[in-house]
C-alpha cells in the first residue's frame, strides 16, 4: 500500500506566484489594482474574448451575469442537475426558478433534448456546464437558444482552457463565467471571471461587482483620478484583489503545461479501467474539442459491489488515496428536495451518475507512480468488495 495519503487534488504554486503576492504585498497595493488588469488583459487574450470582468469567485460571476442578463422573478432557467449547488442557488438568489434537464450518461453533461423538453413560455436562458472540462455541444445549445430566444450563461468553471470545435470556451457569443477556485484548472486562491462579446453586459457587470460605483477605487486613488464618485445602483462587492491576480498572473502562464500533464493522467486512467467490469471511465464526445481534464470523474457500479460509493470513497482512504464528489446532483440536497422537488425517475441518468461517481486524484504534480498507486488502491478495494 501507499505510504503517504495522496489527496485528490494540490494547487501548484511556483516562485514566481509567491514573489508576485510578496511584490503586492510590498508596494502598498493589495486590493484591485494594477495587476487585476494586467491578469483581466491576459485572461482576455487567451480565451479570445474582447471583454472580461474580474471577480471574487465564479459564484460572483454567476450571480452578477443572470442580474445583467436581466433574469429575475418569474422567469425559468434550464440547467443541470450535475454541478455544483452555486449554478443553482445564483438562480435562487435573483429569484429566477431553476429547471434540470437531465444529463447524457456518457458525457455527464446536460442533454440538449432534455433541454428543449423542459422548454416553457416563461424559459429565459440555458446555464450548460461544460462538465470537468469536456465542452458541451455549444452548436446544439446555440442552435435551441435561437429557436426559442434563449440566452446562454456557460458555467466555464471546469473549462479553462477548454476548446469546443477549434474555439475556446469564452470566446462564444454567449456569457461564460470561470472559475479559479484551488481545486480548478488554475487559482488565484478564490476567483471568477467573467467572458462576453457584449460590451453593454461587461460594463452592467463592472458596475454591479463594485457597490453600483461609477468609478473603480483604484482609479480614484490613483495619481489620475479624483476622490468623487457616484453609486448609480445598488451593487455587491465581488471585485478581485491584486494579490489574487498576482497568482492567476503565473498560473495563467502555465495552463497549457497543467492541462498536458492533467491528460498524460487521464489517458493513463482511462486506459487502465478500460477493461475493468465495475467501472465507467468518462466518454468522449462526437465532436473536436480540447478536454481541460479538470476532474477524472468515472462511475463505479455499486450494483456490482457490496458497498455504496460512499463507502468505497472510505475504503480508499484506507489504501492512503483520497477521492472527491463531484457531485451529488443538486436536486439531492435537502433544501432542493424540499424547495424544487423532481418526480422520482424525471432524472434518471443525473441519479444513476449521482449515486456513482466520484473523482479520483488529478492535478499536474501527480506523477505517473501515483497514477500507478491509485489504480492499484481502485483494484484493492474492488477486489474485496465485489459481489
Ligand atoms: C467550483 C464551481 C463553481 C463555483 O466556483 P467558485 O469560484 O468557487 O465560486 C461553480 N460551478 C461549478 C460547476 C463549479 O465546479
Request: some cysteine; aromatic content about 10%; glycine content about 6%.
Amino acid at each position: 500500500m501507499r505510504k503517504d495519503f495522496l489527496p485528490f487534488s494540490i494547487p501548484t504554486i511556483e516562485e514566481e506566484e509567491i514573489r508576485e503576492v510578496v511584490d503586492s504585498l510590498q508596494s502598498g497595493w493589495i486590493t484591485t489594482g494594477p495587476k487585476v488588469k494586467k491578469f483581466e488583459d491576459e485572461f482576455k487574450a487567451y480565451v479570445d474574448s474582447p471583454f472580461a470582468v474580474p471577480l471574487s469567485s465564479a459564484t460572483a460571476g454567476l450571480h452578477l451575469a443572470l442580474l445583467a442578463m436581466g433574469i429575475g422573478p418569474g422567469d425559468e432557467v434550464i440547467t443541470t442537475p450535475m454541478t455544483f449547488a452555486a449554478t443553482v442557488n445564483v438562480m435562487i438568489h435573483v429569484g429566477a426558478t431553476p429547471v434540470f434537464a437531465d444529463i447524457e450518461p456518457g458525457t455527464l453533461n446536460i442533454d440538449v433534448q432534455a433541454v428543449r423538453g423542459k422548454i416553457t413560455e416563461r424559459t429565459k436562458a440555458i446555464v450548460p456546464v461544460h462538465f470537468a472540462g469536456l465542452p458541451c455541444d455549444l452548436d446544439a445549445i446555440f442552435a435551441l437558444a435561437k429557436e426559442f430566444n434563449l440566452q446562454v450563461l456557460e458555467d466555464a468553471a471546469h473549462a479553462i482552457g477548454t476548446e469546443y470545435k477549434g474555439k475556446r470556451i469564452g470566446s462564444f457569443d454567449s456569457v461564460s463565467v470561470f472559475s479559479f477556485h484551488p481545486i480548478k484548472n488554475i487559482t488565484t486562491g478564490e476567483g471568477g471571471m467573467v467572458c462576453t462579446r457584449d460590451e453593454k453586459l461587461a460594463e452592467e457587470i463592472s458596475l454591479l461587482k463594485f457597490h453600483g460605483m461609477s468609478r473603480e477605487a483604484w482609479k480614484r486613488y490613483s495619481a489620475q483620478g479624483t476622490p468623487n464618485y457616484d453609486i448609480v445602483l445598488p451593487g455587491f462587492k465581488y471585485n478581485m484583489m491584486d494579490i489574487q491576480a498576482a497568482l492567476g498572473i503565473h498560473q495563467l502562464r502555465k495552463l497549457d503545461r497543467f492541462i498536458e500533464q492533467r491528460t498524460k493522467i487521464a489517458e493513463f486512467y482511462n486506459a487502465a479501467f478500460a477493461d475493468v467490469e465495475e467501472m465507467i471511465t468518462p466518454a468522449a464526445a462526437p465532436y473536436a474539442y480540447r478536454h481541460a481534464w479538470h476532474l477524472y470523474t468515472p462511475l463505479v457500479r455499486i450494483e456490482k459491489l457490496t458497498i455504496d460509493r460512499d463507502a468505497f470513497m472510505a475504503e480508499l482512504k484506507k489504501e492512503n488515496i483520497g477521492s472527491g464528489l463531484h457531485f451529488k446532483a443538486v436536486h439531492h440536497h435537502p433544501y432542493y428536495r424540499e424547495n424544487l422537488p423532481v418526480a422520482p425517475g424525471e432524472l434518471p441518468q443525473a441519479d444513476y451518475a449521482s449515486d456513482r461517481i466520484l473523482s479520483l486524484p488529478l492535478f499536474p504534480k501527480m506523477v505517473m507512480e501515483d497514477a500507478v498507486d491509485v489504480v492499484a488502491a481502485v483494484k484493492n478495494v474492488l477486489a474485496r468488495t465485489r459481489k
